[in-house]
C-alpha cells in the first residue's frame, strides 16, 4: 500500500491559482502511477488527472489548458497546478495511486477542499 498526504487546498477567487501537494510514501515512487481525483457535493468522485510512471498524463476535457499536473520521483511528490479556477471546480481533491500490478488507483489520502468563489 501506499500512504497519501495532500494539502495546498483553500478559498480562491474566480481566476485564480492553487498548487496542490501529494506526498507518497511506503512503494517505490517512481513506478507507480498517480492521480488527482475531486468530489463536488452531492456528486461522485471523478478522475481530473493522471500521470503514469512514465510521465505520461491525461486531463478532463473540463480542466485542460487550466490544469497540470507533475511529478517529482526525487522528492516523492506529485502536483496539481490550477489555474484560470472556476466555481464548478469547488470539491474535495483526492491524491490516488496504483501500484505496477493494479488495474485501478487504490490507495487514497485524506482529501483536501478546495472551494473557487465567484
Known amino acids: 500500500q501506499v500512504q497519501l498526504v495532500e494539502s495546498g487546498g483553500g478559498l480562491v477567487q474566480a481566476g485564480g491559482s492553487l498548487r496542490l501537494s501529494c506526498a507518497a510514501s511506503?512503494?517505490?515512487?517512481?513506478?507507480?502511477?498517480m492521480a488527482w481525483y475531486r468530489q463536488a457535493p452531492g456528486k461522485q468522485r471523478q478522475l481530473v488527472a493522471e500521470?503514469?510512471?512514465?510521465?505520461?498524463?491525461n486531463y478532463i476535457d473540463a480542466v485542460k489548458g487550466r490544469f497540470t499536473i507533475s511529478r517529482d520521483n526525487a522528492k516523492d511528490m506529485v502536483y496539481l497546478q490550477m489555474n484560470s479556477l472556476k466555481p464548478e471546480d469547488t470539491g474535495v481533491y483526492y491524491c490516488?495511486?496504483?501500484?505496477?500490478?493494479?488495474?485501478?488507483?487504490?490507495?487514497w489520502g485524506q482529501g483536501t477542499q478546495v472551494t473557487v468563489s465567484s
Open positions: 490516488a495511486a496504483r501500484l505496477p500490478f493494479q488495474s485501478d488507483f487504490r490507495s
Open positions: 511506503g512503494s517505490v515512487f517512481s513506478a507507480i502511477a
Open positions: 500521470i503514469t510512471s512514465a510521465g505520461t498524463t
